[in-house]
């Protein structure tokens, strides 16, 4: 089982800022299998970043996905005011699709 | 426009049973996996299991294998998740989701999300 954990846990920034998140897999991820998701308050997720590195349909070029075995990130280059909200990471290369425990930005 | 609509939130007792769903509109149904994501609470995302409603060729976690059935009926174009007997500790939100890619692989992340159904059980 692949264990996903991101860090930090809350990132506190100001608008205009980069945004560095970080999700390191117990194991190799296969394929690079790895995905993104923002979530907002009551909301259901939406999905960022597939294949490590691929932008999903109408996201913003400001969102950027990178790495690839255990150490993965995602990057905001300039926070907007919509950016404020949870991010989860999922590897979907093995049987169990995990997710990882989630990072809050949140405005500084 | 595609999009995934689910069953409105429901109130439960310990010990009943339940069958939510979730309707695909805008596709092809029968060529995309469906799933169904857990959040409980204040708390993350947990991948629970998929369907290919095309075969209903099915995937579980451990976690979730014999605790809940995936099923799906591709004549209407809607995927279930059903409980035969709910415990407090089901309380969550629970989200359908579709692949991103059509076709048979089974390994792939979501794109389209259901807006999700509360299920609260309590006595």
């Known amino acids: 089982e692949i264990v996903l954990t991101q860090s930090p846990g809350t990132l506190s920034l100001s608008p205009g800022e980069r945004a560095t998140l970080s999700c390191r897999a117990s194991q190799s991820v296969s394929s690079s299998y790895l995905a993104w998701y923002q979530q907002k308050p009551g909301q259901a997720p939406r999905l960022l970043i597939y294949?490590?590195?691929s932008r999903a349909t109408g996201i913003p070029d400001r969102f950027s996905g990178s790495g690839s075995g255990t150490d993965f990130t995602l990057t905001i280059s300039r926070l907007e005011p919509e950016d404020f909200a949870v991010y989860y990471c999922q590897q979907y290369g093995s049987s169990l699709r995990a997710f990882g425990q989630g990072t809050k930005v949140e405005i500084k | 426009e595609v999009q995934l609509v689910q069953s409105g939130a429901e109130v439960k007792k310990p010990g009943e049973s339940l069958k939510i769903s979730c309707k695909g509109s805008g596709y092809s149904f029968t060529s995309y996996w469906i799933g169904w994501v857990r959040q409980m609470p204040g708390k993350g995302l947990e991948w629970m299991g998929i369907?290919?409603?095309?075969?209903?060729?099915?995937r579980y976690s451990p976690s979730f294998q014999g605790q809940v059935t995936i099923s799906a009926d591709k004549s209407i174009s809607t995927a279930y998740l059903q409980w035969s007997s709910l415990k407090a500790s089901d309380t969550a939100m629970y989200y359908c989701?579709?692949?991103?890619?059509?076709?048979?692989?089974?390994?792939?992340?979501?794109?389209?999300w259901g807006q999700g159904t509360m299920v609260t059980v309590s006595s």
């Open positions: 294949g490590a590195s």
């Open positions: 369907i290919y409603p095309g075969d209903s060729d099915t």
């Open positions: 989701a579709r692949h991103l890619t059509p076709g048979t692989r089974e390994k792939d992340a979501f794109d389209i």
